[in-house]
């Protein structure tokens, strides 16, 4: 599968830098998901869970955020969010 680098970024630092195949999060429309070769946008984002699929295998990691905003730009991707919380760390 193909993929896109994603950066997710919160007041205290960056959460993710890195490749992935998807990237899932509640938009001000409704759920959406992104993947490699997405159009260019920008949206808010409503506080959810986000979901990012890595690698081929078809892992995925779950965290919870406050909103924020998303741009896709480029073939990156960044999410920026005032409180992001990886869950497997709680």
């Known amino acids: ?3 896109f680098h994603l950066q ?3 007041p205290d ?7 992935a195949v998807q990237l899932s999060v509640r938009g001000t429309e409704g759920d959406l998901a992104v993947l490699a070769g997405h ?5 808010a ?3 959810g869970e986000c979901r990012v699929y890595v690698g ?7 965290a919870a ?13 960044r999410m920026i969010s005032a409180d992001f919380r990886w869950l497997e760390e709680e």
């Open 1 to 3: 599968m193909k993929t």
């Open 8 to 10: 997710i970024a919160a």
């Open 13 to 19: 630092g960056m959460r993710y830098d890195g490749d």
């Open 39 to 43: 159009v260019p946008f920008a949206t």
């Open 45 to 47: 984002l409503r506080a």
């Open 56 to 62: 081929e295998g078809g892992t995925v990691r779950r």
């Open 65 to 77: 955020y406050s909103g924020g905003m998303l741009s896709v730009s480029g073939g990156t991707v």
